[in-house]
């Protein structure tokens, strides 16, 4: 399928809508309600956010533009692996700014590929098979976006009774 203008200008503005909700949802958190768990799973404000930052550079950086190996910031003990500690944990600003920055990051290497790309890394056996062009990468990351957005929504309203955040 051709790369269309309109069409690569909608999927960018759905992403940008869903990262601007994680930003608005998260902003105004008192700074000890970043590191609250409210879930089973333990996901916090700060580590869903992590985990975005890393979702956009495996996808974006690692997958489409083949710069594989480890993100280029610290593994922090909120994303760090179960049972593993990070020597040098990292703040909530510094999670905000590295996700934005992540997501600038991803913007500018989509921008220099066409939609219908492949991949230059092979998408891992274990990822959804649907995944096959840098397309199909910017649609999963509006759902990966959009739901941990409606995660951190809920988060926020079981943390401090907030609700209604986002552009959307």
Same mark, same amino acid.
């Given at each position: ?5 309109? &069409?690569?200008?909608? *999927? ?21 309600? !970043? @590191? @609250?768990? !409210? $879930?089973?799973?333990? =996901? ?14 495996? =996808?974006? &950086?690692?997958? +489409? ?7 280029? =910031? ?7 692996? @179960? ?6 944990? *990292?703040? =909530? ?8 920055? @992540?997501? %600038?990051?991803? %913007?500018? $290497? ?7 790309? &492949?991949?230059? +890394?092979? +998408? ?6 649907? #995944?096959? %062009?840098?397309?199909?990468? #910017? *649609? ?24 209604? *955040?986002?552009?959307?």
């Amino acid at each position: 399928m051709p790369d269309v203008p309109a &069409e690569r200008a909608a *999927l960018l503005a759905f992403l940008d809508a869903q990262r601007r909700s994680v930003i608005a949802i998260v902003e105004g958190l008192a700074p000890d309600a !970043v @590191q @609250q768990s !409210v $879930v089973p799973s333990r =996901w916090t404000p700060l580590s869903l956010v992590e985990h975005l930052a890393r979702a956009e550079y495996f =996808w974006f &950086e690692a997958v +489409v533009a083949g710069q594989v190996g480890p993100a280029p =910031w610290s593994v922090s003990n909120h994303d760090a692996p @179960q049972g593993s500690r990070a020597t040098d944990p *990292l703040t =909530w600003d510094d999670v905000l700014a590295i996700y934005r920055e @992540q997501c %600038d990051r991803s %913007d500018r $290497v989509v921008a220099a590929r066409a939609l219908d790309a &492949e991949p230059t +890394v092979p +998408v891992p056996p274990d990822m959804p098979h649907e #995944i096959h %062009d840098v397309r199909t990468i #910017i *649609l999963h990351m509006i759902e990966e976006t959009a739901r941990h957005a409606g995660h951190l929504d809920i988060a926020r309203e079981l943390i401090d009774g907030v609700t209604g *955040l986002g552009p959307r």
